[in-house]
Structures are given as structure tokens and as C-alpha cells.
């Protein structure tokens, strides 16, 4: 479960364990993330009630937005994910270059969270370029931590990716990235990297589901940082009016 998929039901088991009204707090959603595309009657049920205790309310995908605004009268507002409140700068000073990577060594960073159906088109792109590839991912691959992410994703050839993170740190160091859909059971959480796609117009990051194309291999980011400025000015003014900060500009 991502950290961020408070709203995923299909990992809320006793629809318990979100917070309810209290007198003496303001209850504000930031950046939720549902996972999700559709919703059963009785989660429906329960989501309208829960509403009912937000004061204010943003999620991350627009196929949240859409799923819940019918279940309420409140704005619901899409906002940007809290890794992209920051900028380039921030995540350069935490990052820490792994012990077995040489300081000049070029590779492609492989991120896969879901079954691995493309190793061998990623394989042979970095044969052919006579890049090395390294797989990191949860458990399976390393002991990396936060840190040494932050480097691989900075300094990467290419990233090969499933992951919404992973393709949110490559955006924000500028890296070339392929963003592939996620196979098995979870292919639905996809939905959360389209949006972030659609957001930033970087329909030439998608895997075609052939091969590593040269659009893939592109790093023009120009546009995206255009439209990143408004977006985070657009979320931070949902939390400033939502906590009832002024802003001291």
C-alpha cells in the first residue's frame, strides 16, 4: 500500500480507521489517493458519510475527484501530489550516491513494482547502448535506501518505471523516463500516473508497448516546469485557505 492511498477502500478492511468530527479540530484532505476507478454501493455509503466530517477536501487524481464530487456538496479540489511542492534543489542536498556505483558508471534504473513483463526490451536497450541496468524496487533487489533513490533517479540514463514516484523524481531532476503499466491485479493504479501524464503533457513518456522509442529518451521538460509553478501555487492556496493562512507576500 502507498502511504498516500488513504482512501483506497481496498485497503481500508473495517472502514475504521479514518478520521471522524471532532469539535476541537478542522479535518482537511491533502493529496489523497483513492487507487481506484470505481467504487461498490456500500463504499459509496460510506465515503458520502465520511465526507460529511472534511472541512476541506483535495485528492490527487482527477478519477478521485470525479468518483467522489457525486457523493457530496463540497469542492473538491485535484492538487499536486506533496513531492512536487518541492523543487530540484531540496532533494539534491538529501541524495547519496550508492557504494557500489562508481561516480561516472551510466545506467538505466529500473523501478518495477509489478511483475516484470519487460525486462527483456529494457534489457536490450541498455545492451545496445552499453548502459548497465540496476533494479531497484521494495525489497527484492538492494538495501537502497531514500537516499541512494534520490541519486539513481538524478543520474540515470533513462528511468524504466511502474511507479508514480518514481516518476515524479524523475520529472523533478529533469531525467528521461518510461512510464509502463503496471500488470497483475494492480494495472488499475496506472490511473495515478495518467493523471500526472495529462497534468504535465508527457503523453511521449508512455511505453508504446513495443519498445524504447526516442520520444522516451527526450528531456525537454520546458513546458511541464511552466505548468508546475501554477500547480503548486493552485495547491499551496488550497492549504493557506484551508488553514486560514495569510499569505505574507
Not at 520520444?215 to 521538460?221: E, G, S, V
Amino acid at each position: 500500500m502507498g502511504s498516500d492511498q488513504v482512501w483506497n477502500p481496498d485497503y481500508i478492511s473495517t472502514y475504521n480507521n479514518l478520521p471522524t468530527k471532532n469539535p476541537n479540530n478542522r479535518i482537511i484532505s491533502y493529496a489523497a489517493s483513492m487507487g481506484v476507478e470505481e467504487l461498490t454501493s456500500k463504499q459509496k455509503d460510506y465515503y458520502r458519510a465520511m465526507l460529511e466530517d472534511y472541512f476541506a477536501i483535495s485528492v490527487r487524481e482527477q478519477s478521485a475527484k470525479e468518483l467522489l464530487q457525486q457523493l457530496t456538496d463540497k469542492k473538491i479540489e485535484v492538487v499536486l501530489d506533496p513531492t512536487l511542492l518541492l523543487d530540484k534543489p531540496e532533494y539534491e542536498a538529501l541524495e547519496k550516491r550508492p557504494k557500489d556505483l562508481a561516480e561516472d558508471e551510466k545506467y538505466v534504473l529500473c523501478y518495477i513494482l509489478g511483475n516484470r513483463d519487460h525486462e527483456a526490451v529494457i534489457g536490450k536497450f541498455a545492451k545496445g547502448k552499453g548502459y548497465k541496468t540496476i533494479y531497484f524496487s521494495d525489497k527484492r533487489d538492494s538495501n537502497y535506501g531514500v537516499e541512494e533513490f534520490l541519486y539513481l533517479i538524478h543520474h540515470a540514463q533513462l528511468i524504466c518505471t511502474d511507479s508514480f514516484h518514481a516518476c515524479v523524481f524523475s520529472f523533478i531532476f529533469e531525467r528521461p523516463f518510461v512510464a509502463f503499466k503496471r500488470t497483475g491485479k494492480e494495472n488499475y493504479m496506472y490511473t495515478r500516473l495518467q493523471n500526472l501524464i495529462d497534468t504535465f503533457r508527457l503523453k511521449n513518456r508512455e511505453y508504446n508497448g513495443k519498445e524504447i522509442t526516442k520520444q522516451n529518451q527526450a528531456c525537454d521538460y520546458s513546458e511541464a516546469k511552466i505548468i508546475i509553478k501554477k500547480e503548486q501555487e493552485k495547491s499551496l492556496n488550497f492549504l493557506r485557505k484551508s488553514l486560514e493562512i495569510k499569505d505574507e507576500k
